[in-house]
């Protein structure tokens, strides 16, 4: 046996103990079985290694960004914000594990020590100074709602609309924000946004690791929401709903929050809302992660897009609902330009296009930018709609106004 | 090689909406995020690259509020082995010149081989603390520095000029680079290097270590938002309507 | 009656446009109390520079000597503290340049003589000096007075007060070198040309410069596109060439180029002082950035408040209809 070689490993029990205590402790229950490596979404797009069932085990041994030679941790550190958090592999997990958390223990301690990714940085500075990651003034956050007069929330109302950030300021997206006041209004629900008094929900950063700046930023909406007298919250975004409904009540903030389509489809089946014009186009939908497989809601888009007059509904086979491939823009990727070849959006947008589909209907705002940035730089002809937009489309003429 | 690495905490505007606060001598801080600054990073970054070249230590030194202890201990973690805090809370008022005073009284009984700095702080943008600190100690400086390069007695030096053009010196040691921004890549620090760095200590010198009388050079009377120069004028309307308003105009002036 | 001094600034056998503003600020600055503008020429074989000078200032001092002949921010400082204690000025005027700032803090300290760096505007208040800086980013000026002094000394940053035609005409003084070498412990080498790549940003005709608004290095290629249609070649500000994304040689600043194309295009640059020094005698300035308050709308000609995502390609296909 004289060529074996010895594999020498510095444990680092300090570094797991660290770990552990910002939050992997599910990295002890992994046996490495490696089923979440075959739905990893790095998994699809196969030119970027990344062994996601490693991750516990390199923690419990210590070893996360561990290396002290300045390439490979920058290597290693570019790996653990490789993660979206599309939580792929703890639905399929035997146990459990919640990956994304294991990562974003490291991070946390990077985010300490200024050890990330400029560009993250950036939007997490953006979020502290001015409540949302584009820089955008506060003063701004409302101007969206402003030209189709949407009022200001107080206490009788029934419904906070929270439209965060990218329907906020971002000029496409701000399309989402206005077609929800559209219906809310048409189905007669008495509704209101807290305008400049509205800062990010979090979810991003917090995923990114600056916890101080996230407690920070969603205290300051609890407190707002609080005192605004809110029970009701209806929001856009899904990454807004799972923080409000899993992460704020950690924090007091207790409150009741609705993903636009499941209130939507609810209107729908009330007959509050009455989607009667032909929409006359193939549509498939695309299951956001975080509305799919971590809320749980599958059915109430694919109700009300199957409840559109001539909208053919179309389903990518074999990855859809909780097998949907990410768009690659969770926990912070949105922000992070990884190398042409090297793209989650790329690869779904070819599954999503290739079941013949003339709209690509999403129901979360990262899934849309990333979509809309994808179509345009691949020159696809393909619209791409989020299913608020499509469902005010199909009113009536006569009940648009 | 024994380096000295001077480190600012300071905030980060250059993204940031900025306004002054009730006082009218200083910016509403309370929304701000804060970090290295930029120009330091690099002068670190310089300074662990020479000691991984040829050995020896680091000695990370601000002169901040409390704070800045946080900055100190990123310094630790990439590569520093000491840092001392200059308690910038018993010092009053400070400008570039101060600053270097108060350096200088604690690094002229340290043994060094180099000191590097940023060439300049981003919020009070001075460019004064390397070359009066090296003034100070009787060392030559160079400012804009973009590269330093040992070997045996001699340093090659690089400067950046305006206009793309590089000055070449050759300098010896001890002395003091004031580095500009973009010259090497600043690392990342490892979670065993940011373990090790949580437990080290950090000196802490206030006005009882350092009783000398130092004055500023200059007195901050107000602070205001910058006067509007010449305005642009604004073309409004859709994408569309702007485009073609602006085509319209470059092709006014005969470049279509 | 406050008597100031003047630093020319020259480089390769010309004199910089810094020294003009210097000149013309200086000697608005030394009228107004009575007082005279001299300037001090350091150099070695510069008898051609000095007509021109000499219509700026009321005295010009001239050391000519080879150890002048390149820079060295020692040998200025050793040179000028000598000068400096002789002429005794109220006021000592030097460029926040790569020049300027390699010995001025130096040698005010060494002289112990009140000082400040990187100013837009100084004025004589109160028998001191009150000075204009700018703080944080730019984002803040401030007004700032020097402590009670017989002598002062500043740092003028380039392209705050523009440079007039001179109507003097100074006597010469020739004075010996203060200093004939090059002290052992730094030692100027030799200048070293930035390597100039394929495209040379200081001869088109059209620019489109980029700065951090273009978010991604991957919407690098929409600019360039853009700059095709147009005829152009793309230049940056500075982050991008910190970021990898653009060579060197395409970087627009004081740390860059100084372009003067007959068009120029921001394309989300904020317009840091920095480079607008670079880019502010173009012809024309066109600046697209979604941020109403970005300092480069103080400096166009023509601002468009957008996303310039949606902008340039709109431009682009503006400009093709034109071209066709």
Request: charged share 25%; glycine share 8%.
């Given at each position: 046996m004289a060529n074996k070689k010895n594999i020498v490993v510095e444990i680092n029990p300090e570094i797991r103990e660290a770990l552990v205590e910002m939050g992997a402790v599910d990295a002890y229950k992994c046996y490495q079985c490696g089923k979440c490596a075959s739905v990893c979404p790095w998994f699809q797009v196969g030119t970027y290694e990344f062994l996601v069932f490693r991750f516990p085990l390199e923690t419990v041994l210590g070893l996360i960004a561990s290396s002290e030679d300045k390439d490979d941790l920058a290597r290693e550190v570019d790996k653990i914000y490789r993660c979206v958090g599309c939580e792929a592999c703890v639905d399929q997990c035997p146990l459990g594990v919640k990956m994304p958390h294991i990562l974003r223990s490291a991070r946390r301690i990077l985010v300490d020590f200024g050890s990330y990714p400029e560009n993250l940085k950036s939007v997490v500075q953006k979020i502290r100074n001015v409540g949302n990651p584009l820089g955008e003034p506060r003063e701004k956050r409302a101007d969206w709602a402003e030209e189709i007069g949407v009022k200001d929330y107080s206490e009788e109302m029934e419904i906070l609309y929270f439209a965060c950030c990218l329907p906020s300021y971002d000029t496409r997206l701000k399309n989402v924000a206005k077609a929800t006041a559209f219906l809310l209004k048409r189905a007669g629900v008495s509704f209101g946004i807290l305008g400049a008094k509205e800062s990010c929900c979090g979810e991003a950063i917090r995923r990114v690791g600056a916890e101080s700046v996230y407690q920070e930023t969603a205290r300051s909406n609890i407190g707002n929401f609080k005192e605004s007298g809110v029970k009701k919250v209806l929001v856009s975004s899904p990454h807004c709903y799972v923080t409000f409904q899993k992460e704020y009540p950690d924090l007091g903030g207790e409150f009741d929050a609705v993903h636009s389509t499941e209130f939507f489809w609810k209107c729908i089946e009330q007959g509050k809302i009455?989607?009667?014009?032909?929409?006359?186009?193939?549509?498939?939908?695309?299951?956001?992660?975080?509305?799919?497989?971590?809320?749980?809601?599958?059915?109430?888009?694919?109700?009300?897009?199957?409840?559109?007059?001539?909208?053919?509904?179309?389903?990518?086979?074999?990855?859809?609902?909780?097998?949907?491939?990410?768009c690659g823009a969770g926990s912070g990727a949105l922000w992070i330009d990884w190398p042409k070849g090297e793209r989650m959006a790329d690869i779904r947008i070819k599954q999503l296009v290739d079941t013949g589909a003339d709209v690509i209907a999403v129901a979360c705002p990262y899934c849309l930018q990333m979509f809309e940035e994808t179509v345009k730089a691949m020159n696809l002809n393909v619209q791409v709609m989020d299913v608020s937009e499509i469902l005010f489309e199909s009113l009536g003429e006569d009940e648009v106004r | 090689m024994d380096l000295i690495v001077c480190i600012k905490r300071v905030p980060q505007t250059a993204e940031a909406e900025v306004r002054v606060d009730s006082s009218g001598k200083d910016i509403v801080k309370d929304r701000l995020t804060f970090d290295m600054n930029e120009a330091d990073t690099y002068a670190l970054e310089a300074a662990i690259l020479l000691k991984e070249k040829f050995g020896g230590t680091i000695t990370a030194?601000?002169?901040?509020?409390?704070?800045?202890?946080?900055?100190?201990?990123?310094?630790?973690?990439?590569g520093a082995d000491s840092a001392v805090r200059i308690k910038a809370e018993d010092f009053g008022e400070l400008d570039g010149f101060k600053t270097a005073a108060l350096l200088k009284e604690v690094i002229k009984d340290i043994k060094f081989d180099a000191i590097f700095t940023g060439c300049m702080a981003t919020d009070d943008s001075y460019y004064q603390v390397g070359p009066v600190l090296a003034e100070m100690l009787g060392v030559p400086h160079a400012t804009l520095v973009s590269k330093v390069e040992v070997s045996e007695e001699k340093v090659r030096v690089n400067r950046e000029l305006e206009g793309g053009l590089i000055e070449h010196l050759e300098m010896s040691l001890p002395a003091v680079f004031a580095v500009q921004t973009g010259i090497n890549e600043p690392r990342y620090a490892s979670l065993i290097a940011i373990r090790r760095a949580a437990g080290k200590e950090i000196k802490i010198l206030g006005k009882e270590d350092i009783p000398v009388e130092t004055k500023t050079n200059s007195t901050l009377e107000e602070l205001f938002v910058p006067p509007v120069g010449k305005r642009a004028e604004i073309l409004t309307g859709s994408a569309d309507e702007v485009a073609a308003r602006t085509a319209g105009i470059i092709k006014e002036k005969g470049l279509i | 009656m406050a008597n100031i001094l003047a630093v020319v600034e020259h480089r390769q056998g010309a004199v910089r446009d810094i020294t003009?503003?210097?000149?013309?600020?200086?000697?608005?600055?030394?009228?107004?109390?009575?007082?005279?503008?001299?300037?001090?020429?350091?150099?070695?074989?510069?008898?051609?520079?000095?007509?021109?000078?000499?219509?700026?200032?009321?005295?010009l001092i001239v050391a000519d000597h080879d150890v002048f002949k390149d820079f060295n921010g020692d040998v200025y400082q050793q040179a000028l503290?000598?000068?400096?204690?002789?002429?005794?000025?109220?006021?000592?005027?030097?460029?926040?340049?790569?020049?300027?700032?390699?010995?001025?803090?130096?040698?005010?300290?060494?002289?112990?003589?009140?000082?400040?760096?990187?100013?837009?505007?100084?004025?004589?208040?109160?028998?001191?000096?009150?000075?204009?800086?700018?703080?944080?980013?730019?984002?803040?000026?401030?007004?700032?007075?020097?402590?009670?002094?017989?002598s002062y000394m500043l740092t003028m940053r380039s392209g705050t007060c523009p440079a007039e035609e001179g109507n003097l005409s100074a006597e010469m003084q020739k004075i010996e070198s203060p200093i004939t070498t090059q002290p052992s412990y730094k030692k100027f080498i030799e200048y070293i040309e930035a390597a100039v790549g394929d495209v040379d940003i200081t001869k088109a005709d059209v620019l489109v410069g980029v700065g951090r608004g273009i978010k991604e290095q991957a919407n690098l290629s929409m600019v360039e596109d853009f700059a095709k249609a147009i005829g152009g070649v793309v230049a940056c500000s500075r982050p991008i060439v910190d970021a990898n994304w653009l060579p060197k040689d395409r970087q627009v600043g004081s740390s860059g180029k100084t372009v003067k194309p007959k068009l120029y295009i921001a394309v989300g640059i904020s317009g840091a002082f920095q480079h607008i020094a670079g880019m502010k005698n173009a012809d024309t300035i066109i600046a697209i950035n979604k941020d109403s308050n970005a300092p480069i709308f103080n400096e166009a000609d023509y601002g468009i408040v957008d996303d310039l995502f949606k902008v340039l390609p709109a431009l682009k296909s503006k400009i093709m209809e034109l071209k066709k």
């Amino acid at each position: 046996m004289a060529n074996k070689k010895n594999i020498v490993v510095e444990i680092n029990p300090e570094i797991r103990e660290a770990l552990v205590e910002m939050g992997a402790v599910d990295a002890y229950k992994c046996y490495q079985c490696g089923k979440c490596a075959s739905v990893c979404p790095w998994f699809q797009v196969g030119t970027y290694e990344f062994l996601v069932f490693r991750f516990p085990l390199e923690t419990v041994l210590g070893l996360i960004a561990s290396s002290e030679d300045k390439d490979d941790l920058a290597r290693e550190v570019d790996k653990i914000y490789r993660c979206v958090g599309c939580e792929a592999c703890v639905d399929q997990c035997p146990l459990g594990v919640k990956m994304p958390h294991i990562l974003r223990s490291a991070r946390r301690i990077l985010v300490d020590f200024g050890s990330y990714p400029e560009n993250l940085k950036s939007v997490v500075q953006k979020i502290r100074n001015v409540g949302n990651p584009l820089g955008e003034p506060r003063e701004k956050r409302a101007d969206w709602a402003e030209e189709i007069g949407v009022k200001d929330y107080s206490e009788e109302m029934e419904i906070l609309y929270f439209a965060c950030c990218l329907p906020s300021y971002d000029t496409r997206l701000k399309n989402v924000a206005k077609a929800t006041a559209f219906l809310l209004k048409r189905a007669g629900v008495s509704f209101g946004i807290l305008g400049a008094k509205e800062s990010c929900c979090g979810e991003a950063i917090r995923r990114v690791g600056a916890e101080s700046v996230y407690q920070e930023t969603a205290r300051s909406n609890i407190g707002n929401f609080k005192e605004s007298g809110v029970k009701k919250v209806l929001v856009s975004s899904p990454h807004c709903y799972v923080t409000f409904q899993k992460e704020y009540p950690d924090l007091g903030g207790e409150f009741d929050a609705v993903h636009s389509t499941e209130f939507f489809w609810k209107c729908i089946e009330q007959g509050k809302i009455l989607p009667k014009k032909s929409f006359g186009k193939k549509v498939v939908y695309h299951d956001p992660c975080t509305l799919g497989r971590q809320s749980g809601i599958y059915d109430a888009p694919r109700n009300i897009l199957g409840s559109i007059p001539d909208l053919e509904l179309l389903e990518v086979e074999d990855f859809s609902r909780n097998l949907s491939l990410c768009c690659g823009a969770g926990s912070g990727a949105l922000w992070i330009d990884w190398p042409k070849g090297e793209r989650m959006a790329d690869i779904r947008i070819k599954q999503l296009v290739d079941t013949g589909a003339d709209v690509i209907a999403v129901a979360c705002p990262y899934c849309l930018q990333m979509f809309e940035e994808t179509v345009k730089a691949m020159n696809l002809n393909v619209q791409v709609m989020d299913v608020s937009e499509i469902l005010f489309e199909s009113l009536g003429e006569d009940e648009v106004r | 090689m024994d380096l000295i690495v001077c480190i600012k905490r300071v905030p980060q505007t250059a993204e940031a909406e900025v306004r002054v606060d009730s006082s009218g001598k200083d910016i509403v801080k309370d929304r701000l995020t804060f970090d290295m600054n930029e120009a330091d990073t690099y002068a670190l970054e310089a300074a662990i690259l020479l000691k991984e070249k040829f050995g020896g230590t680091i000695t990370a030194i601000s002169l901040g509020v409390a704070d800045a202890e946080d900055t100190l201990r990123i310094a630790l973690a990439k590569g520093a082995d000491s840092a001392v805090r200059i308690k910038a809370e018993d010092f009053g008022e400070l400008d570039g010149f101060k600053t270097a005073a108060l350096l200088k009284e604690v690094i002229k009984d340290i043994k060094f081989d180099a000191i590097f700095t940023g060439c300049m702080a981003t919020d009070d943008s001075y460019y004064q603390v390397g070359p009066v600190l090296a003034e100070m100690l009787g060392v030559p400086h160079a400012t804009l520095v973009s590269k330093v390069e040992v070997s045996e007695e001699k340093v090659r030096v690089n400067r950046e000029l305006e206009g793309g053009l590089i000055e070449h010196l050759e300098m010896s040691l001890p002395a003091v680079f004031a580095v500009q921004t973009g010259i090497n890549e600043p690392r990342y620090a490892s979670l065993i290097a940011i373990r090790r760095a949580a437990g080290k200590e950090i000196k802490i010198l206030g006005k009882e270590d350092i009783p000398v009388e130092t004055k500023t050079n200059s007195t901050l009377e107000e602070l205001f938002v910058p006067p509007v120069g010449k305005r642009a004028e604004i073309l409004t309307g859709s994408a569309d309507e702007v485009a073609a308003r602006t085509a319209g105009i470059i092709k006014e002036k005969g470049l279509i | 009656m406050a008597n100031i001094l003047a630093v020319v600034e020259h480089r390769q056998g010309a004199v910089r446009d810094i020294t003009y503003e210097l000149l013309t600020f200086g000697r608005k600055l030394a009228e107004k109390t009575d007082g005279k503008l001299t300037g001090v020429l350091l150099g070695h074989n510069v008898d051609n520079l000095t007509d021109n000078l000499k219509k700026h200032v009321h005295r010009l001092i001239v050391a000519d000597h080879d150890v002048f002949k390149d820079f060295n921010g020692d040998v200025y400082q050793q040179a000028l503290a000598d000068i400096i204690k002789k002429e005794n000025p109220f006021l000592t005027l030097i460029g926040n340049t790569a020049f300027g700032i390699d010995f001025c803090p130096s040698l005010a300290t060494h002289l112990g003589v009140p000082f400040t760096t990187d100013c837009i505007d100084a004025e004589i208040a109160d028998s001191g000096i009150r000075v204009t800086r700018q703080l944080y980013d730019g984002k803040m000026d401030t007004h700032m007075k020097l402590s009670e002094s017989p002598s002062y000394m500043l740092t003028m940053r380039s392209g705050t007060c523009p440079a007039e035609e001179g109507n003097l005409s100074a006597e010469m003084q020739k004075i010996e070198s203060p200093i004939t070498t090059q002290p052992s412990y730094k030692k100027f080498i030799e200048y070293i040309e930035a390597a100039v790549g394929d495209v040379d940003i200081t001869k088109a005709d059209v620019l489109v410069g980029v700065g951090r608004g273009i978010k991604e290095q991957a919407n690098l290629s929409m600019v360039e596109d853009f700059a095709k249609a147009i005829g152009g070649v793309v230049a940056c500000s500075r982050p991008i060439v910190d970021a990898n994304w653009l060579p060197k040689d395409r970087q627009v600043g004081s740390s860059g180029k100084t372009v003067k194309p007959k068009l120029y295009i921001a394309v989300g640059i904020s317009g840091a002082f920095q480079h607008i020094a670079g880019m502010k005698n173009a012809d024309t300035i066109i600046a697209i950035n979604k941020d109403s308050n970005a300092p480069i709308f103080n400096e166009a000609d023509y601002g468009i408040v957008d996303d310039l995502f949606k902008v340039l390609p709109a431009l682009k296909s503006k400009i093709m209809e034109l071209k066709k």
